[in-house]
């Protein structure tokens, strides 16, 4: 099973984002996620949240559109992002559609939570229907095939922990067994070799995120 958990902010790709959605089998919406799945045409089957960010407008609309709403206190220990994601079941493949351009401090959250959320077991990749970001916790392996444009597509591995072992194909810069410390720029702006459309990046142990940036 594919679970979709919509969030808000800036900079999201709503056509993008439909397209997403489309291929996942449940849609949950993070409070002000549930305008961006209404903007992009989606009717999510869930909001999950304070509803701080949700005007009541849209509330009344998802409503009357049977929508289920599971909501919580302003004051909480969790985002309602994390809300949303630790709803989803432990076997279910995420996908998390949610902004990689606003607030950095969001952002830099976003991230840690992915690692920790992928450290835990659970399958999780980030995008903004620009952008992603797929964490890794070690050993692991991820393979990214049939990309479009490459040429105008960056790939850097950022080591949130030391890396051990760190292994790539079919990237320009090859890693072969080389091990990253958090900081280190070694693995920043990478890029497909020429003409290729997919790549592998592999690691032995440590926690790494690939991020894909379109330049």
Known sequence: MKTAVIAGGPGI???????????????????????????????PGKVTGDLD????????YLKNRGVEFEVFPVE????????????????????????????????????????????????????????????????????????????NLAVSLIPFTEVKGVRSEGLYYKLDNTDLIPGSTLSI?????DSGDSFTVSIESGNLGVMIVRT
């Open 189 to 193: 702006s990478n890029r497909l070799s």
């Open 53 to 60: 960010s949700l005007n009541p407008d849209m509330v009344e």
């Open 13 to 43: 790709d709503k056509d993008t984002v439909s397209a997403v959605v489309s291929s996942c089998d449940s849609v949950i919406a993070a409070d002000s996620g549930a305008a961006v799945a209404i903007a992009s045409g989606i009717v």
């Open 76 to 151: 909480k220990d969790m985002s309602d992002s994390e809300l949303c994601l630790r709803s989803v079941p432990e076997d279910d493949e995420i996908i998390w559609i949610c902004s990689l351009a606003g607030r950095p401090d969001h952002n830099i959250s976003n991230l840690m939570l992915a690692i920790k959320l992928h450290e835990e077991g659970r399958s999780i990749t980030l995008t903004d229907g620009v952008n992603d970001f797929i964490p890794l916790s070690g050993p692991d392996e991820i393979s990214v095939s049939g990309i479009l444009n490459s040429r």
